[in-house]
Nanobody
């Protein structure tokens, strides 16, 4: 089982990034997919969730209206489009798959700074 995140980096406040998470080794279409983040000295928090058929999404209040989660079951990939980024969005972002089992990616660093 693998979840491989990509797309992180350094961006200025107000900028955008698109994170991707490529999944393998399990039946991706049967798993709820989540993006979490963890900033230094803080607990890991759920940022966004998308259900199996993309009909239902959840966003943390702090990112609502700025972030969009989507998935492509044909490509076994989940995305997180992040717009209007703020310094408070700086964190390691983790991809997570949930069903009977739970899997985590290794994380990708997002730094928002001028």
């Amino acid at each position: 089982v693998q979840l491989v995140e990509s797309g992180g980096g350094l961006v200025q406040p107000g900028g955008s990034l698109r994170l991707s998470c490529a999944a393998s080794g399990f039946i991706f279409s049967r798993y709820v997919m989540n993006w979490y983040r963890q900033a230094p000295g803080k607990d890991r928090e759920l940022v966004a969730r998308i259900d199996i058929v993309s009909s239902s999404t959840y966003y943390a209040d702090s990112v609502k209206g700025r972030f969009t989660i989507s998935r492509d079951n044909a490509k076994n990939t989940v995305y997180l489009q992040m717009n209007s980024l703020k310094p408070d969005d700086t964190a390691v972002y983790y991809c997570n798959a949930q069903n009977l089992y739970e899997y985590w990616g290794q994380g990708t660093q997002v730094t928002v700074s001028s």
